[in-house]
């Protein structure tokens, strides 16, 4: 089994930062794609950033320039710095991994718990 548990979420002013953070622990052979989500009221979840096992990136147009993902393949960790926050950034924020638990199997989908980000104007 898998877990991911993400941490760093708050409450911020606008224009203010914060950096999110996901562990994977548990049976890991190996993380392909790592990304964030977020979910706002009403709203389906939608990709925020995402980025491959070589360090690849991608980003919604919303935050290009703002966020940044990163991560550390060897302590299976993923960030999200967010800095520029604005209130339409508020929702909660989950991390999605694809892994491969064992060299022979095929590839899961785990996701976080989620943490909250709330931006006040």
């Known amino acids: 089994q898998v877990q991911l548990v993400e941490s760093g979420g708050g409450l911020v002013q606008t224009g203010g930062s914060l950096r999110l953070s996901c562990a994977a622990s548990g049976t890991i052979f190996s993380i392909n794609a790592m990304g964030w989500y977020r979910q706002a009221p009403g709203n389906q979840r939608a990709l925020v950033a995402q980025i491959t096992s070589n360090g690849m990136t991608s980003y919604a147009d919303s935050v290009k320039g703002r966020f940044t993902i990163s991560r550390d393949n060897a302590n299976n960790t993923m960030d999200l710095q967010m800095n520029s926050l604005k209130p339409e950034d508020t929702a909660v924020y989950y991390c999605?991994?694809?892994?491969?638990?064992?060299?022979?199997?095929?590839?899961?989908?785990?996701w976080g718990q989620g943490t909250q980000v709330t931006v006040s104007s």
């Open positions: 999605k991994a694809i892994v491969q638990p064992r060299p022979v199997y095929g590839t899961y989908q785990y």
